[in-house]
């Protein structure tokens, strides 16, 4: 029997896990290893923290088969010469075929305090503390929100929402938040906050985080609670890794998803290095690729000679529980009908997966 273990139950690796089981030869054993025994909608974490949503609403049990076993525990470290995970238990597990899908972790560029001092959603551990430290605020609070980002923006409009009480900062490094997306989504965003009395500090360089307080441009500001969303890098467990990685820390991989030099070690999701900006629907599309690689290897089969490139449907955000923006297939969206697709979208999204997982 092959062991073929997949580290992370996130997005790219139980796509791939649902993706290979209905084709698993007999002689091959899955080990699913996640902190959680549970898959999370990551892309919704920021209501979770914003109080706006419960666990229920974005977990959904692992899948169940026969050939499929579920380890809960955190990876400590990858053994690529010996193809063993060392498990922060001290548990040891072998490994025939490998696949990485470990996730990513906030990136506080070096400013002094971000990692003691701010709240994070980057874990459903970490959303579930901000949640409960965001809940406890008294009426008049004032919150800080460092990166407005997607993941920033989202929850700060989610946070005005239900705790309209509070005074919300959204610090931005550039002149316009959302710079990524056409002026029309930025110009859109920015007129909402300000409808909404959420303050934008554009232009922001955070140079120190104390508690409870913010350093911009060297200068001090008070807040009761501080969230960072101000970016993120790859898992600490795959910075440790000795492979090549591109400037960010993502590990360069094959055109098959795998490492250049090992055939049987393949990375997905946030820490892989490819030519399109991280995402959920990314991490699946490659999740696709790796088992359409594996499936062709069972079945003796010889593999593509170059890999179809991975389609995006487009992006989505949330203004609240009513209003939204995205860019789809290249044309800007506002208002109530981004939001509709996204609502949409998660249900089609959960409804699949939880029928997907019952084999």
């Not at 998803?257 to 049987?264: E, Q, R, W």
């Amino acid at each position: 029997m092959k062991n073929l273990v997949i580290l992370g139950g996130g997005y790219g690796g139980i796509k791939l896990l649902t993706s290979i089981i209905p084709h698993l030869p007999y002689n091959i054993l899955v080990t699913l290893i996640d902190k959680t025994p549970y898959h999370f909608l990551k892309t919704e974490y920021y209501a979770l923290a914003a109080g706006t949503i419960s666990d229920n609403h974005i977990r959904i049990p692992f899948p169940e088969h026969p050939q499929v076993s579920f380890i809960e525990g955190e990876v400590g470290e990858i053994d690529l010469q010996h193809n063993r995970i060392l498990l922060k238990n001290k548990i040891t597990i072998l490994y025939d075929d490998l696949i990485i899908g470990l996730g990513c972790e906030d990136n506080y560029h070096n400013v002094a305090g971000a990692d003691t001092y701010t709240h994070s959603i980057q874990s459903i551990e970490k959303s579930r503390r901000t949640h409960q430290e965001l809940n406890q605020l008294l009426p008049k609070s004032k919150v800080a929100i460092i990166g407005a980002g997607l993941s920033g923006v989202e929850l700060a409009s989610e946070l005005q929402e239900s705790r309209s009480d509070l005074h919300i900062t959204l610090f931005d490094r550039g002149k316009n938040i959302l710079s990524f997306y056409p002026p029309r989504v930025s110009k859109y965003v920015e007129k909402w906050f300000e409808t909404h009395q959420v303050k934008i500090i554009r232009c922001s360089k955070i140079t120190e985080i104390k508690k409870n307080t913010v350093y911009n441009h060297g200068e001090e500001e008070h807040f009761d609670c501080i969230v960072w969303t101000a970016g993120v890098k790859p898992n600490k467990v795959v910075q440790n890794l000795q492979v090549e990685k591109d400037n960010k820390g993502r590990v360069i991989l094959s055109k098959y998803h795998h490492l250049p030099n090992n055939k049987h070690v393949f990375v997905v999701g946030d820490c892989a290095s490819l030519n399109k900006p991280q995402s959920a629907q990314l991490a699946e599309g490659q999740a696709e690729q790796i088992a359409t690689v594996l499936i062709a290897r069972w079945k003796g089969e010889k593999l593509p000679e170059k890999m179809p490139e991975i389609k995006l449907k487009g992006i989505l955000g949330s203004l609240g529980s009513k209003h939204g923006f995205g860019l789809v297939a290249n044309t800007p969206l506002t208002g109530r009908v981004p939001r509709l697709i996204k609502l949409g979208v998660l249900w089609k999204d959960k409804t699949k997966k939880k029928k997907t997982f019952r084999f």
